[in-house]
């Protein structure tokens, strides 16, 4: 289907670091720079260990992401079913000898970070689609053994995933495999299908929800119901957020924060506290900052000439934009609390990790934006 080129193949040092997307990594930056102080306030103004661990694992990400983009985007091509299958293989080991907390058994202790490889998995799948469609002949692509396939690489790290349990990374990693497929040329009329379907079958899945998942539900439609136990957070981050006011109280002056009336402050509530400190303008800049990322990761994905290219910064740039939508209609009391983290934003290296992960294989696409893939 394409023609093999050697333009951009061979780029030295300094046309790669020409070529990088300085206004996406200068927003990278800004919203790693948001984090770490945020992260700081977290814990009451000090360097303690939750700051530390962030800043390090910042640090040592950003650098790794650099080292990403300078590898050919063909080098991801031909590595994505590797690491698609290699995480399949992770999901299966967390699940025999993997860490429990809390009765999940989601992670592996690898001593510099205790990995989570369901998060991993959010850039895996992505990676394994934009490949399969690549490939796809396009007579072919909605035969039912194409869908089947597609559907088979979404939904088995989906079940590996669910019995950890962990719902809400599970519904990440349908989303963004679904788009991939939309975007793979899918007929609209099939997701339409699927939707009603998932409608009608909503009360028989709900069954099968582990408790403390339907109390989630439960909480979401009426907190007020036990503002003491399971609606606490969610109430508690209103409350944060609506005291932030226009301008906010200032950076380290958070009082529910400093009160500990926010259990979750440094993780999928980081938001709240950042709300609190910076109130509403603070909020609108750092979504701006967030549209910015989105919108520059789309338009890289507009002139790269190969399909994987183009499939993976679509899939990625919707992966980003669904995080930020199901964390903040979390902590705002519009969705159920599902543990979603804030991309960059909430404390957690596995999270940091794949998204860091997926902005240096955009950068990748950008500096080699010209090559093409057969």
Not at 108 to 123: A, G, R
């Amino acid at each position: 289907m394409f023609q093999y080129t050697r333009i951009n193949s061979d780029l030295n040092f300094f046309q790669k670091l020409k070529n990088l997307d300085y206004v996406l990594l200068v927003c990278i930056i800004l919203l790693s720079i948001t984090s770490a102080l945020v992260m700081y306030s977290t814990d009451g103004g000090e360097f303690l260990y939750h700051t530390k661990s962030h800043a390090t694992k910042l640090l040592v990400f950003f650098i790794m992401m650099l080292m990403i983009s300078f590898f050919n985007i063909k080098f991801w091509h031909h590595l994505s079913y590797f690491f698609y299958f290699t995480t399949i293989l992770l999901l299966i080991y967390v699940s025999i000898f993997g860490i429990k907390v809390s009765g999940s058994q989601r992670w592996i202790d690898l001593y510099y970070i205790v990995l989570q490889p369901s998060e991993l998995m959010k850039i895996a799948v992505i990676l394994c689609l934009a490949k399969y469609y690549h490939r796809v002949n396009v007579e072919k692509i909605n035969s039912f053994i194409s869908i089947f396939l597609a559907l088979t690489l979404i939904f088995t790290p989906v079940i590996l995933v669910l019995a950890q349990p962990d719902l809400g990374t599970s519904i990440l990693i349908v989303s963004s495999g679904l788009i991939i497929l939309w975007l793979g040329g899918v007929k609209i009329k099939y997701f339409f299908v699927s939707f009603v379907t998932f409608l009608i079958s909503l009360p028989f899945v709900i069954s099968f929800l582990q408790p403390y998942q339907k109390l989630r539900i439960l909480t979401f439609l009426n907190p007020d119901r036990d503002p003491l136990g399971a609606g606490y957070q969610i109430i508690q981050s209103k409350i944060a957020i609506g005291s932030g006011g226009f301008f906010g109280k200032g950076f380290l002056q958070g009082t529910q924060s400093y009160l500990d009336f926010l259990p979750e402050k440094h993780t999928d509530f980081i938001f709240t506290l950042f709300s609190e400190e910076f109130g509403f303008i603070g909020s609108i800049l750092l979504l701006f900052l967030y549209t910015i990322i989105i919108i520059r990761i789309v338009s890289i994905g507009t002139f790269v000439k190969s399909i994987f290219a183009k499939l993976f910064c679509f899939g990625f740039a919707f992966a980003i934009f669904v995080y930020i939508t199901v964390n903040l209609s979390m902590v705002l009391g519009l969705l159920p609390i599902v543990g979603s983290p804030l991309p960059i934003m909430s404390y957690g290296g596995s999270s940091m990790l794949a998204t860091m992960i997926g902005f240096g294989i955009v950068m990748s696409a950008k500096i080699h934006s010209n090559q093409t893939i057969i």
